[in-house]
């Protein structure tokens, strides 16, 4: 059985320039959140792992993830999946090409799948952010929609696998941030400190209130 309310507390162990220690990074933090992980839940982070890699996505890995018992992995994923879609069609536009080649879709026709309207909350955001002046800038704006993206995803979930899978995919954008903007990547850290901070004073908040 996972030890969520140890591993959320031991999170924000890192340095206090909000860099990694020497010798640590997103693995370390992974090897940690991994060994107090039940066999299950460390099944479904192995699942969110995997969308973290290019290599790993297409229809096979979005079918299968659709239908997955976590809740977290179904939605973040039908996320992802509209976002790297309409990089797509963005890119066809401005290449001149038609706007649905190369659109991944998990959906299979021949057995009777309907695939869902492509129209999504974060649609609007997102076109404005891929119009952007710069690379560097677009780049910046898309990470905070799938930031603010998980945080709605991770509401009321304290001390469960929710909030490690959103831990971890909030880490992971800062990890390459670190690596492409080191002043980026510090701030997006300091964000996610006083994030699970807050998770605990919330907490607190409202057992108090309920005294």
Not at 78 to 105: C, W
Not at 115 to 133: D, K, M, N, V
Not at 176 to 184: F, I, S, V, Y
Request: aromatic share 12%; net charge negative; charged share 35%.
């Amino acid at each position: 059985m996972s030890n969520f309310e140890y591993i959320i507390a031991s999170l924000p162990y890192l340095t206090m320039d909000y860099r990694y220690a020497e010798g640590q990074g997103f693995q370390t933090v992974l090897d940690e959140i991994r060994r107090d992980l039940s066999e299950k839940d460390n099944a479904a982070l192995d699942v969110l792992l995997d969308g973290f890699n290019a290599k790993k996505l297409g229809p096979e890995f979005y079918a299968a993830v659709f239908k997955s018992s976590e809740k977290f992995l179904r939605e973040y994923f039908r996320f992802d999946l509209m976002l790297r879609n309409a990089k797509v069609r963005y890119l066809n536009r401005e290449l001149g090409r038609p706007e649905e080649t190369d659109i991944v879709n998990p959906w299979n026709e021949e057995e009777g799948e309907e695939a869902p309207l492509w129209e999504f909350e974060e649609q609007r955001p997102i076109q404005l952010a891929l119009e952007g002046a710069s690379l560097l800038e677009r780049e910046k704006e898309l990470d905070n929609i799938c930031w603010e993206k998980v945080s709605s995803l991770e509401t009321f979930h304290y001390f469960d696998l929710t909030a490690v899978l959103a831990y971890v995919t909030k880490l992971h954008i800062v990890d390459r941030w670190l690596a492409l903007d080191e002043e980026k990547g510090r701030e997006l850290f300091h964000k996610l400190v006083r994030e699970v901070k807050s998770t605990f004073s919330g907490v607190n908040y409202q057992a108090n209130e309920e005294k």
